[in-house]
């Protein structure tokens, strides 16, 4: 059973101005399991390939941050819209509503919650082949997984972002609470009854 997101963030979001550069969120935790460095690998292939886009660096940190935060900071630093939490839930959803994309170079992730989220409101999922996002986004939101060379995924991200402009989010309100809610009380209720 997924993980269900609350029935709040299915509402109307903006649709996407071509005009402006591509806005992308990275919203998870500064941590290892993450694949950060993947990540500022693929950004730094787009912006010399020319790519104009804007960054949102989200997410919860820790006590210690893989070193790579510091460097996508400094070479990312015009392209910077927000770095670190950002506190407010209802602000944190008006940024995902005003971007484009949502990007995961994860390595270790159970649900995919933040993406799943940062999706319902909008963006365009950017994830790898692998984990449970193989279950939760069709073949056109997953670049190819590496694993074992993160030069070769980071190249597949990058290729994959350039190309994501014209796509739209994917549906999941099937994952919302509303939807999920019957199964849920059905299972609880047939564990009640088998105790």
């Not at 693929?42 to 460097?71: E, I, K, S, T, Y």
Request: aromatic share 10%; proline share 7%.
């Amino acid at each position: 059973m997924p993980v269900p997101l609350a029935d709040a963030l299915f509402q109307t979001t903006p649709q996407r101005d071509l005009n402006r550069p591509l806005s992308i969120v990275w919203n998870h935790r500064w941590e290892y399991d993450k694949a950060p460095e993947r990540f500022f690998a693929a950004l730094q292939l787009l912006q010399a390939r020319g790519l104009d886009f804007r960054l949102h660096l989200l997410g919860q940190r820790f006590r210690q941050v893989p070193p790579v935060f510091d460097a996508m900071q400094a070479r990312f630093a015009t392209q910077a819209l927000h770095w670190g939490p950002i506190e407010a839930h209802g602000d944190y959803l008006n940024t995902l509503r005003h971007s484009d994309v949502v990007v995961s170079s994860a390595l270790h992730d159970f649900q995919g919650i933040a993406v799943l989220e940062a999706t319902v409101c909008g963006c365009i999922p950017v994830v790898p082949d692998r984990l449970a996002y193989r279950e939760l986004f069709p073949a056109h939101c997953r670049y190819a997984s590496h694993p074992d060379d993160a030069p070769a995924e980071a190249v597949a991200l990058a290729d994959h972002l350039s190309a994501v402009t014209t796509q739209r989010a994917p549906n999941l309100s099937d994952l919302s609470w509303n939807t999920l809610r019957s199964r849920y009380q059905a299972l609880l209720q047939q564990a009640i009854c088998d105790h």
